[in-house]
């Protein structure tokens, strides 16, 4: 299976691309453009991602969004946390949606 996958640099998501892969799936990373590595780029702040990149997936697993371990939570970072999987989740969608 072709596997489309955000959030592939946490925990959850490495454990989960080792898993796949040795299962035989194929699985493309979605990171955003800081990261300097990935095979589709998804950017919440700038409202895009790489659309043409997304075609020929039978599977997408979004697990991306600001870390809930780094630090206390704070105000500012409830937010962050908030606003990455919403506005993440919101484009991925709108990206791979159905015609």
């Known amino acids: 299976m072709n596997i489309f996958l955000s959030g592939s640099s946490g925990v ?3 454990a989960l691309i080792a898993f796949l892969t040795t299962k035989g799936h194929v699985v493309t990373r979605l990171l955003r453009p800081q990261s300097g590595l990935g095979d589709v780029r998804l950017d919440p702040d700038r409202g895009t991602v790489e659309i043409e990149s997304l075609e020929g997936f039978e599977a997408v697993v979004h697990l991306a969004g600001e870390s809930i371990a780094s630090c206390r939570w704070t105000a500012a970072k409830k937010e962050r946390i908030y606003r990455s999987r919403v506005e993440g989740t ?10």
């Open 90 to 99: 919101q484009l991925l969608s709108q990206a791979v949606k159905l015609p």
């Open 12 to 14: 959850v998501g490495r």
